[in-house]
């Protein structure tokens, strides 16, 4: 059974994720788990500087304890017949949400909002996940309503889900989550994919006009070649492909303000040290307005 692990400290940005996390799991009929990490309670337990450690770590403990009682109680009570368990560890938060996700098919945490336009502030526990994590990992910022970015009770369709291709590297993970995140949510999936042309052919072919349709009109017959093959798998879905002149970060960015959620992927990779996190899906993370999913992939 697949399970989806949400990242809980009792911030409001966690709390936003929680929520989402818990429609997603009702939707997908798959159980829940808050987990709090010990390096999570920074956020709770700043008024307890001062206090003798011994008492300020039980302090924090029982805390965290709280936090995830209330935050079950209240999303069994809005999401009857959900499945929730919770862990609370002494664990640092990024091996705890690293280990915690090797048996979870979703990862989610929260990312402090700065406004609609601004978008994501990504921390470094946040990043540090995306980058590593084996599973795919989503953030959600603070405020994240249903009526911001899923639906409300009352709406009976979602916005779009808007995937960031690739197309030198299509990875089938990545667009598959996409397809299948749409026909969940029985919404349109809108395809963004950002090209320019190759540097070979230098600056006057940019003034070529003819060039450039030329090249636009391949990069286009190429979008609907790969994609082919996943209309006729979900059909259903309905599908919107759009080949953007530039990088694809700002358009997905644009497109995220109309979006339920943004589907981007990230490479593995086997270097030791670093990000490795590419300039779009870093984009995405730090300035989309709706949910955000990284989905690694090889």
């Given at each position: 059974?697949?399970?989806?692990?949400?990242?809980?400290?009792?911030?409001p940005?966690?709390?936003?994720?929680?929520?989402w996390a818990?429609?997603?799991?009702?939707?997908?009929?798959?159980?829940?788990r808050?987990?709090h990490?010990?390096?999570?309670?920074?956020?709770l337990y700043?008024?307890?500087?001062?206090?003798?450690a011994?008492?300020?770590?039980?302090?924090?403990?029982e805390w965290a304890?709280?936090?995830?009682?209330?935050?079950?109680?209240?999303?069994?009570e809005r999401?009857p017949?959900l499945r929730?368990?919770?862990?609370?560890?002494?664990?640092?938060?990024?091996?705890?949400l690293l280990?915690?996700?090797?048996?979870?098919?979703?990862?989610?945490l929260?990312?402090?909002?700065?406004?609609?336009l601004?978008?994501?502030?990504?921390?470094?526990?946040?990043?540090?996940?995306?980058?590593r994590?084996p599973?795919?990992?989503?953030?959600?910022?603070?405020?994240?309503t249903?009526a911001?970015?899923?639906?409300?009770?009352?709406?009976?369709s979602?916005?779009?889900?808007?995937?960031?291709?690739?197309l030198?590297?299509?990875?089938?993970?990545?667009?598959?989550?996409?397809?299948e995140?749409?026909?969940?949510?029985?919404?349109?999936?809108?395809?963004v994919?950002?090209?320019?042309l190759?540097?070979a052919?230098?600056?006057?072919?940019?003034?070529?006009?003819?060039?450039?349709?030329?090249?636009?009109?391949?990069v286009?017959?190429?979008l609907?070649?790969v994609?082919?093959?996943?209309?006729?798998?979900?059909?259903?879905?309905?599908?919107?492909a759009q080949?953007v002149?530039?990088g694809a970060?700002?358009?997905?960015?644009?497109a995220?303000?109309?979006a339920?959620?943004v589907?981007?992927?990230?490479?593995?990779?086997?270097?030791?040290?670093g990000?490795h996190?590419?300039?779009?899906t870093?984009?995405?993370?730090?300035?989309?307005?709706?949910?955000?999913?990284?989905v690694?992939?090889?």
């Amino acid at each position: 059974m697949s399970t989806i692990t949400v990242g809980l400290d009792g911030s409001p940005e966690s709390l936003a994720a929680a929520d989402w996390a818990a429609r997603e799991a009702q939707e997908r009929e798959a159980p829940l788990r808050l987990l709090h990490g010990g390096e999570q309670m920074r956020y709770l337990y700043a008024p307890l500087a001062g206090v003798p450690a011994p008492d300020a770590i039980d302090a924090q403990r029982e805390w965290a304890a709280y936090t995830l009682r209330e935050t079950e109680s209240r999303l069994a009570e809005r999401h009857p017949g959900l499945r929730i368990t919770t862990q609370q560890t002494q664990e640092q938060a990024v091996p705890a949400l690293l280990a915690a996700a090797q048996n979870s098919d979703l990862l989610v945490l929260g990312s402090r909002g700065l406004g609609e336009l601004a978008g994501f502030l990504v921390g470094s526990v946040a990043l540090a996940v995306v980058a590593r994590c084996p599973r795919p990992v989503v953030l959600v910022r603070a405020g994240e309503t249903p009526a911001d970015g899923d639906r409300p009770e009352a709406v009976t369709s979602y916005r779009d889900v808007v995937l960031g291709l690739d197309l030198e590297n299509p990875a089938d993970a990545v667009i598959g989550f996409a397809f299948e995140a749409a026909q969940r949510r029985a919404a349109d999936l809108r395809v963004v994919h950002g090209w320019s042309l190759p540097a070979a052919y230098g600056y006057g072919a940019a003034m070529d006009a003819g060039l450039n349709d030329e090249l636009a009109e391949q990069v286009r017959l190429t979008l609907t070649d790969v994609l082919r093959p996943w209309k006729d798998k979900f059909p259903g879905v309905e599908v919107r492909a759009q080949a953007v002149v530039g990088g694809a970060g700002r358009h997905l960015v644009h497109a995220s303000r109309d979006a339920s959620l943004v589907v981007v992927g990230r490479k593995h990779r086997r270097t030791p040290v670093g990000s490795h996190i590419g300039p779009v899906t870093h984009a995405a993370l730090q300035h989309a307005s709706a949910p955000v999913v990284v989905v690694p992939h090889d």
